[in-house]
């Protein structure tokens, strides 16, 4: 398709109807000049008219930059059937667009307003004239059209006739319930395209059905000249159509070539995430974290052996990188993935050692991410290839302004030993039950010279811990390190890794 489809945004009108969203003036004006000089949309619908003078002074502040970057008849409010006080509101802002709110039902229009059809109509005709006599564009919106055009198609038809000749530029139509298919969108479309080839029809979806991109798509293979959508699927009840869906399937599915920059879809996405305070499902299509991440082994082995996982839909399109998740459904070649990332080279028999290890955290839920793994390869190799002592279960208890305690079971050669300690914490705790358990030990437990938990950088409460404790014995110091999701039983594993590698010393010649 050759045309040149325009794509409306409006996360600031209609996306703002989101249950608790409301942008400040600041950030509606970022989230603007954002969608046009960056993403590059063709227009943004910015507000409703006459909401409130905190409202205006916002719309004011886009319309101020958007003149400066002649961009201001790219800028639209949405306004009401009330001759001047909507028009005049706009203009007291700055604006050059309005788009007209009718009714495009003949039940909204009897139900709601209380007026004839006739009545209505000439009410919309006064109030575009009057908003052309003060320089403004006009754009019309037919609210509930899409039940209006199965219901009352009559009414609609006349509708459109009774406004024929008037300073029109654009007849948006709006699924105003999301209650059309797909199949649907293409008939009642077709139907106005067919009355009113000349006129530019924008399709405006909702997603209650889950069917708003797909509307999309059958909207503009019907010959809409323009789409709405928001960022991250903002709107009232199920929201509206997703931009990022919008915009990747007209490029991939209808080969149409936008003036988006697709690189900027992410950016906005969290800008609008951040600024609206509804987080993002993470497998949200385009711009949600995982979706660009391989969790099965087999399909990072199939990538690794020739992109066999991979499709047009490349991370890359957006800014945006393929990962491999090591959990518990890690295979080798997620491992390689990983470690070709971070620069990292192991052998075969390392990696083994490193894969056991991923899949035992990912046994316990723990999610390994990518700053993690240095953390546990570094855990891996300097492990005990023997370990005399080692942990068979760990129950602890602590409370505020409660002593902590600890029940331990601890295999010491080939027996088994149970204890238990206090303490004023749960480290504590451990190291009281231990060293009653390791009384019988060629050596004694060295002293406690330094302790240091880190996590890696950027990572989140969930990540890996990583516990480095400095130990003092015979006049010389050494470091071990342990591993876990749990502090304290990161701390558990380099006191272990200690007291194996001390016995292990014990015993060389």
């Known amino acids: 398709m050759a045309f040149a489809l325009e794509i409306l945004d409006t996360t600031l009108r209609d996306g703002e109807q989101t249950q608790g969203v409301s942008f400040t003036p600041a950030e509606k004006a970022n989230i603007a000049m954002a969608l046009l000089a960056n993403l590059k949309v063709n227009r943004v619908e910015v507000a409703s008219a006459r909401v409130s003078e905190g409202e205006k002074a916002g719309v004011a502040r886009i319309n101020v930059w958007a003149k400066d970057h002649g961009m201001l008849d790219r800028v639209e409010v949405l306004g009401f059937v009330d001759l001047d006080k909507s028009v005049n509101w706009i203009l007291e802002a700055g604006g050059l667009v309005i788009n007209l709110l009718t009714k495009g039902s003949e039940k ?3 139900g709601q307003l209380k007026k004839d059809p006739e009545q209505h109509w000439q009410d919309v005709i006064e109030t575009i004239q009057y908003a052309h006599a003060k320089g403004m564009k006009v754009n019309v919106y037919l609210e509930d059209w899409s039940n209006g055009i199965q219901n009352n198609p009559d009414y609609v038809f006349a509708m459109m006739d009774a406004l024929q000749g008037q300073p029109i530029q654009r007849f948006m139509l709006p699924d105003t319930l999301g209650v059309l298919s797909p199949e649907e969108v293409t008939k009642y479309l077709g139907l106005m395209i067919e009355r009113h080839p000349q006129t530019h029809f924008d399709f405006h979806p909702h997603n209650d059905y889950g069917l708003a991109t797909a509307n999309v798509i059958a909207a503009v293979k019907a010959g809409a000249k323009g789409v709405h959508a928001t960022i991250n699927c903002l709107g009232e009840r199920a929201g509206n159509a997703s931009l990022a869906e919008v915009a990747v399937n007209l490029r991939d599915r209808l080969g149409i070539k936008l003036h988006l920059d697709e690189s900027q879809l992410v950016t906005l996405s969290r800008m609008v995430e951040n600024f609206s305070g509804k987080r993002l499902a993470s497998n949200s299509p385009i711009v949600g974290d995982d979706v660009f991440t391989q969790t099965a082994g087999i399909h990072a082995d199939g990538d690794h052996k020739g992109g066999l996982y991979k499709s047009v839909l490349q991370p890359e399109r957006f800014g945006r990188r393929h990962k491999y998740a090591l959990g518990k459904m890690a295979g080798k070649a997620s491992l390689v993935k990983n470690m070709e990332e971070l620069g990292l080279n192991l052998s075969e028999e390392n990696q083994k050692k490193v894969l056991k290890r991923i899949i035992e955290l990912g046994d316990s839920k723990t999610e390994i991410t990518l700053e993690d793994l240095h953390f546990v390869i570094a855990d891996v190799l300097e492990a005990n290839e023997t370990d005399h002592l080692k942990l068979i279960n760990l129950v602890t208890t602590s409370g505020l302004d409660l002593e902590s305690t600890v029940t331990l079971k601890l295999r010491v050669g080939e027996e088994a030993r149970h204890g238990a300690g206090s303490g004023n914490g749960g ?24 302790y240091e938990i880190r996590i890696p950088k950027g990572g989140h409460t969930s ?4 516990a480095i404790i400095t130990w003092n014995a015979q006049g010389r110091q050494f470091k071990t390190r342990g591993v876990d999701a749990n502090q304290v039983f990161a701390a558990v594993n380099a006191t272990l890794k200690m007291l194996n590698m001390l016995y292990n010393q014990q015993r060389k010649p």
Not at 435 to 448: E, N, Q, S, V, Y
Not at 463 to 466: F, I, K, Q, R, Y
């Open 108 to 110: 909204h229009c009897r």
């Open 463 to 466: 990540a890996l811990t990583e």
């Open 427 to 450: 480290y504590d705790a451990f190291m009281d039950a231990l060293r009653k358990l390791t009384r019988d030990l060629p050596f004694a437990i060295p002293d406690l010279a330094d």
